[in-house]
């Protein structure tokens, strides 16, 4: 497979991470395009594969493409699938802070026909990729990466399924909801002060009536981004990580794509 490595400095940081890959994983960044749009995103596979394999599409938080989104690319690369990191922003651009962040992810949310395209876009690079058996995807996203997961299911793409970790549930097109052709696993932090009762119930209705096949699983004492281990350990904060839910959530994914490729 050609093997496109990034040149720019702003990746410094992730070639530093390189160093911690997980023993037996490749490792890759690759430019692609949505339109005239350059994009980067990361892939990851076994070394050792040498027949087709599923793939996973996995989305990143609100800050891009970094080192807690390729970590868990490598590990769910471990479990056995192809995985490509979508970048929903554009190469280059990596926010450095909240602020640079909320600015990237907002365009998104606002624009959600903009986002379903932009994630689609990385969903046809990993179908094009040469280990990859392209009738069998799912895709999985973490904080904005899970809203983006579940446009992409409302948008009626042709995969597998989708997995939500402490995503956003909202949309603003809920009667397009009918196309959802992929199953769903929503992975939610019960006391996130971000995801109003409101939002859950909406959400709840929104698939009975998509008739989807659908699940949520919702962790006692835990808040947004409880899967990340850089969130801090302060729930009052709103946003800090939980090692049980953490663990908990990985395990329900796990047992969901075996599900999806079984």
């Not at 992810?105 to 624009?111: G, I, L, Q």
């Not at 990729?129 to 042709?158: K, M, P």
Request: glycine residues 8%; hydrophobic residues 40%; contains cysteine.
């Amino acid at each position: 497979m050609k093997k496109i490595w990034c040149i720019v400095v702003v990746i410094i940081s992730v070639v530093a991470f390189r160093s911690d890959v997980i023993a037996g994983i490749h490792t890759e960044t690759v430019e692609y395009k949505d339109n005239e749009v350059i994009l980067e995103g990361y892939l990851a596979y076994d070394d050792a594969l040498k027949n087709k394999a599923p793939g996973v599409l996995i989305v990143h938080e609100w800050t891009g493409i970094g080192p807690y989104v390729m970590k868990r690319a490598q590990q769910v690369a471990a479990l056995g699938y192809v995985v490509f990191c979508a970048d929903i922003y554009g190469k280059g651009i990596r926010p450095k802070d909240a602020q640079e962040a909320s600015e990237q992810a907002s365009r998104y949310k606002v624009d959600r026909k903009l986002m379903r395209q932009r994630v689609t876009a990385g969903l046809e690079r990993l179908r094009r990729c040469e280990f990859v058996d392209s009738e069998r995807i799912a895709a999985v996203g973490y904080c904005f990466g899970g809203t983006t997961v579940l446009e992409l299911a409302r948008g009626g793409a042709q995969i597998q399924g989708v997995v939500s970790f402490h995503g956003g549930l909202d949309t603003p097109s809920p009667e397009e909801t009918k196309a959802i052709k992929a199953k769903i696993l929503v992975l939610h932090g019960a006391d996130d002060p971000f995801i109003s009762t409101q939002q859950i119930s909406a959400f709840q209705d929104e698939m009975r009536g998509s008739h989807a096949d659908w699940q949520m699983v919702s962790y006692g004492n835990a808040v947004h981004s409880f899967t990340n281990a850089d969130s801090g350990a302060d729930p009052k904060k709103g946003v800090a990580y939980n090692q049980e839910a953490d663990t908990r959530s990985w395990k329900a994914m796990e047992v969901f794509l075996n599900e999806l490729f079984s």
